[in-house]
């Protein structure tokens, strides 16, 4: 998030993310509310129901603001050509709207090495069209993570 927007606005000082309207409205949002109530049901539903149709049908009106600033962003990382400078947001993209796997999620948060760049994410048969936005090394079988493996840093 930080990243994505100093290399925009390069006057806005790191201390500002760590403000309420930074990481503690991101936090917030993370685990309630609107967005977390429809990511949950569309993780639940299996790709079964799309985002919209989940918004629709549990939200009485209210829009979700996850999904339209997930899709801006996207629109924007590929106009420039960058969506590989940014592994977590064209992944919450890819699941929401492309169908690839939520569990890809983890490979992304688990599985970016900083050092050197290489990154492994498995993709499934009908979803080579995300390899192009992503300059990493795929695998061909996902591989179940399991919760005895995650590592928490502090």
């Not at 790191?14 to 993370?30: K, N, Q, R």
């Not at 993209?93 to 983890?106: D, K, N, T």
């Not at 996902?142 to 840093?153: D, G, L």
Request: with cysteine; charged share 25%; proline share 5%.
């Amino acid at each position: 998030m930080r990243k994505f927007i100093q290399q925009r606005y390069p006057e806005v000082t790191s201390e500002t993310f760590f403000e309420s309207c930074g990481v503690a409205d991101l936090i917030t949002t993370s685990y309630g509310g609107r967005n977390f109530k429809v990511a949950k049901a569309f993780v639940e539903a299996g790709g079964h129901k799309t985002m919209d149709d989940l918004e629709e049908e549990m939200l009485n009106g209210q829009k979700l603001q996850g999904t339209l600033t997930c899709k801006e962003i996207h629109t924007i990382l590929e106009r420039e050509g960058k969506s590989g400078d940014f592994p977590l947001f064209t992944v919450i993209y890819s699941i929401a709207f492309e169908g690839i796997s939520p569990e890809h999620l983890v490979a992304v948060l688990g599985g970016f090495d900083l050092e050197d760049g290489e990154f492994s994410l498995p993709i499934e048969k009908g979803q080579e069209h995300i390899k192009k936005r992503l300059p990493w090394h795929y695998a061909q079988k996902p591989r179940k993570v399991y919760p005895h493996e995650i590592v928490y840093q502090h």
